[in-house]
């Protein structure tokens, strides 16, 4: 029985990490996302929403609009978990994290994986980025409220971006990623992850790094002793991710993969014993 199915997960994982960055629940379906309208930040915060509107605005940065979960995330009878949120600007997010608010801003994040190579990609982010820098992670983004995607196609094109790649579209052929939401409350994200998206050996060749970091590919066998032994930085959330891509089974693997040696739910096992 993969790990994920055990009644206790969620409180087992999340232990792990006391609750700092959390596991709250796998998916069926896509998530609906519900527009509450903007955000009303707090009079105090004004005059540093201004500064970093000032800033973002020159030298090729940006300023994008991001979503805040706004209430309660409500599952539907038929699966579909709908979630709640403002709009606000990343400005605002910025202004509202430099004044050590956690704010839950909606976001995308991928797991890619190549299972030609046996291999799991992630990103190390550029050791100057504002959040998670120097440090492993998926390859993640806060969702961009006004391109009008879904999360798995905002997650998609995320991936893309952060690889150079252009474009990545999931191969009907293999078994699909799986998805999970998860919540940091240190930094603060309210994250959708498309967990175990598939990679060829030719898209892995044509990889690139960006100014925000490059991909980072960790093999099967080495998995064991990135995620146990400390080998690689990880980031708490980056970590609880990966975990639970084990947990459900390691998508796309086929049945009886292993990582050194063990099992994806049993190396999940291991990490949370």
């Not at 979960?69 to 599952?75: A, I, K, P, Q, Y």
């Amino acid at each position: 029985m993969p790990a994920i199915e055990d009644p206790g997960f969620a409180r087992r994982i999340n232990a792990l990490f006391g609750e700092r960055t959390m596991f709250l629940r796998p998916l069926t379906r896509e998530p609906s996302l519900l527009d509450l309208g903007p955000f009303e930040p707090p009079p105090a915060l004004m005059a540093r929403i201004a500064f970093w509107r000032d800033w973002l605005s020159r030298d090729g940065r940006y300023n994008e609009m991001q979503g805040i979960l706004s209430g309660e995330v409500v599952t539907t009878a038929d699966g579909v978990a709908n979630i709640p949120y403002r709009r606000l600007d990343y400005a605002t997010a910025r202004a509202i994290r430099e004044a050590g608010g956690a704010p839950p801003i909606l976001s995308v994040g991928t797991i890619g994986v190549c299972l030609e190579r046996k291999s799991v990609f992630v990103h190390l982010r550029e050791s100057g980025a504002p959040s998670n820098a120097g440090l492993l992670h998926s390859f993640s983004g806060g969702y961009r409220v006004d391109e009008g995607e879904g999360l798995i196609a905002e997650g998609l094109r995320e991936f893309a971006e952060e690889t150079s790649l252009g474009r990545i579209v999931i191969d009907p052929a293999l078994p699909p990623p799986r998805l999970a939401l998860f919540r940091d409350n240190d930094y603060g994200a309210f994250e959708t992850c498309l967990l175990g998206v598939a990679l060829t050996p030719a898209e892995v060749a044509r990889i690139a790094p960006t100014a925000e970091g490059r991909a980072y590919e960790i093999g099967f066998d080495a998995l064991p002793g990135s995620l146990l032994d400390g080998d690689d930085g990880w980031t708490e959330g980056g970590r609880l991710e990966m975990l639970t891509w084990l947990a459900m089974d390691a998508p796309p693997c086929p049945a009886g993969t292993r990582f050194g040696g063990m099992t994806g739910s049993d190396l999940f096992s291991a990490a949370t014993a």
